[in-house]
């Protein structure tokens, strides 16, 4: 189903770099600078680390007032279709704290704008949709095949520049967004507290809502193939809106399709000598832990509303865990953010866990409990470790 032939030559033993060239993409063989820090990677796959790695989601965002200087004025999909620009606002919180992994600076709408929908950024509103799928019959809208190289060339570009650029400090993850989560977009033009167009297709249009998301699940697949082509390290599915849906919605329009990514990719890569491990983020999704520790997956990330042992013992040791700090403990004193910190590092442990919030970074944010977050996990888990 996915014509991946090319990632098996590209990708066999050694790093590779992707270039673009004007007309067709070319892929030629270049090292990449060694990676010097691999804790995210092993404590990924469950192995043991000198201290548990911590990375954010959002990372890279307006909390910074460097990204605000970089970003003024500045079209925000203009943005993401700039490799250097994305190198840039990757490597900038890299230069403020020792986080042990980046990720790539980008958005999961990028996929349906390579399916032929027009996705603009409004200020005061986010991501809209001027024309939004409404009816079965505008899925003949989509473009059935996408080509992810010259749809989605920049972020391959901006990946491979970031990964030369960041001098192999960390591990740089590749991201996308999840079949119902980007279903949900196109459906409802936008953000949506209750995404009830989107779920009126669910239940009124059953076989066109398995269309829509095979569609999206084919282009993932072959997006994601390319980032790690690309240089990609790891890689994070965002099923941001799992938390819509209840429990026999989610066995029926998420999950299925999450497996089905992280198994087809998986397969291309193992047949091209690459072992790269993925994370699926299923906000929200709490009645599915089960379910998604047994997805293919390495790690599952967690949202605040786990509780940490609860979900070492309900997943059974078969996964690593990331998360699940509340965003808003970052408007505690410092002192405090080091408390929750100890607090969440006992409940998890300290083998096959990633550091992480539940959510990711908000805009009022100060970088110094950034900072203050980075310092308490990196101190009290060498602590704990030391201790066992």
């Not at 940490?308 to 403990?329: F, H, I, Y």
Request: charged share 25%; net charge negative.
């Amino acid at each position: 189903m996915y014509n991946v032939s090319h990632i098996t030559s590209i990708v066999p033993s050694i790093e590779k770099t992707y270039v673009v060239g004007e007309k067709n993409p070319l892929f030629v063989s270049i090292d990449f600078p060694q990676l010097q820090n691999d804790t995210f990677l092993r404590a990924a796959r469950g192995e043991e680390t000198e201290h548990v790695p911590v990375w954010c989601m959002r990372q890279a965002g307006r909390y910074l007032p460097e990204f605000r200087e970089s970003r003024a004025g500045k079209d925000f999909f203009d943005t993401c279709r700039s490799p250097e620009a994305c190198c840039e606002l990757t490597l900038q919180p890299l230069r403020r704290f020792p986080f042990d992994a980046a990720i790539i600076f980008s958005d999961i709408l990028v996929i349906p704008q390579a399916m032929g929908m027009d996705v603009q950024m409004v200020a005061g509103k986010g991501p809209t949709f001027p024309d939004p799928l409404k009816e079965p019959e505008d899925l003949q809208r989509l473009q059935a095949k996408v080509d992810v190289d010259k749809e989605l060339g920049y972020v391959f570009k901006a990946i491979t520049l970031t990964r030369h650029k960041i001098e192999g400090k960390v591990p740089l993850i590749g991201f996308t967004g999840a079949p119902w989560t980007l279903m949900s977009y196109m459906i409802e033009g936008g953000g949506s507290r209750t995404f009830s167009k989107a779920k009126r297709w669910l239940y009124r249009h059953p076989e066109a809502s398995h269309m829509l998301l095979r569609m999206l699940t084919d282009v993932i697949v072959e997006y994601l193939l390319g980032q790690v082509a690309a240089g990609a390290q790891a890689l994070q599915v965002f099923e941001s809106h799992a938390g819509i849906l209840g429990p026999v919605e989610f066995q029926e329009f998420s999950l299925p399709y999450l497996r089905d990514i992280a198994r087809c990719v998986k397969e291309k890569l193992k047949d091209a000598g690459k072992d790269i491990p993925m994370i699926v983020f299923a906000k929200d999704a709490h009645y599915g832990l089960e379910d998604l520790s047994q997805s293919h997956y390495e790690v599952v990330g967690l949202d605040w509303t786990i509780d940490p042992r609860s979900a070492r013992e309900r997943t059974g040791g078969k996964v690593s865990l990331q998360g699940n700090m509340d965003p808003c403990a970052f408007y505690a004193p410092k002192e405090r953010i080091s408390d929750i910190v100890k607090k969440m590092l006992e409940g998890f442990g300290t083998r096959g866990y990633i550091a992480n919030l539940g959510h990711g970074l908000y805009p009022d944010m100060d970088p110094e409990s950034v900072g203050a977050f980075v310092e308490a996990v990196h101190q009290h888990s060498k602590q704990m470790i030391k201790q066992k």
